[in-house]
């Protein structure tokens, strides 16, 4: 009874999910920094400049929390980057050759949750080690192995750096840092404003961090190339996906997004304080692709 019981469970889940869809808003998501904000902006107008109602919610935490609300038919889509639902979620030691971890996850999705990977938006956002430039300088710190010789420096992670295979356990272990105080974890709105007051010596951010320039920070090599590759594309329910509207309104932005377009963005949100939404529609606006927004 409980099998059966569990059974129409879930056809009531699915039904409802895909009902969602069919008669309601297509809900796009984000995890909670400014960088995921602002692309599930552009993937939201996108949306509704091709007559889509859409659900925004962005800001709900990271990397699990989204994947189990797309998997649980929560959400409809939201950013991701390749390299972290290769070694996040998929499990997968890190590697460095784009093309297979593209490949491999896009399988493994569709394979496992039925979920669809648009093709990469253009740009990449590795993991970055950075420190204040001048503080970078006067150790003469300019790539990750040279931390191996400072174990005094306080390091501040947010949580899920910390507890990812491909965070600070791997990198710890590849580059064989041992620091005297063990890392301060915050959340990650909270780490710029932590280095810029001194409060901690060297931050795990995202290599197309606004506030890198902004602050005139310094970003550590990865000399020995420990971080995998991590292309930003959106993660889509198959079923929505099915949809020629999703598809016309997201395939173009697949090969649009420069790095440096990124960094602009993301400075214009946290540096210059412009809402999400307004950096999107000037985003879409200059790209030739003005569409409409709430």
Known sequence: MKTVAAAAATLLLLGACRGRHEGGPIRVGSKNFTEQVVLGEIAAQALEAEGI??????????????????????????????????????KEKPVSDPARV??????????????H?????????????????????????SKISDLAKH????????????????????????YGLRFASRPREMDLGLLYPALEQGKVDVVAGNSTDGLIVA??????????????PYEAAFVV???????????????????SISADAMRRMNAAVDRDKRPPAD?????LSESGRAHASK
């Not at 602050?215 to 995998?228: A, C, H, I, K, N």
């Not at 996906?241 to 016309?248: L, Y």
């Open 117 to 141: 990977w648009t093709p990469p938006l253009g740009f990449e956002n590795t993991f970055a080690l950075v420190m204040r430039g001048d503080h970078a300088r006067s150790l003469g710190v």
């Open 237 to 255: 329910r198959a079923p929505v996906w099915a949809d020629p509207r999703v598809r016309r309104a997201l395939e173009p932005l697949s090969g």
């Open 53 to 90: 109602a859409v659900e925004r919610k962005f800001d709900l935490g990271g990397t699990f929390v989204c994947h189990r609300a797309l998997t649980a038919g929560e959400l409809d889509l939201y950013p991701e980057y390749t390299g972290t639902a290769f070694t996040a979620i998929l």
């Open 215 to 228: 602050m005139g920070l310094t970003v550590l090599e990865d000399d020995r190339r420990y971080f995998p």
């Open 279 to 283: 950096v999107a529609r000037a985003f």
């Open 102 to 115: 593209r490949e491999d996850v896009a399988k493994e999705y569709t394979r496992q949750w039925n979920l």
């Open 151 to 174: 174990p005094e420096l306080t390091p501040g992670f947010g949580y899920e750096f910390v507890e990812r295979a491909d965070g600070y356990p791997g990198l710890s272990a590849a």
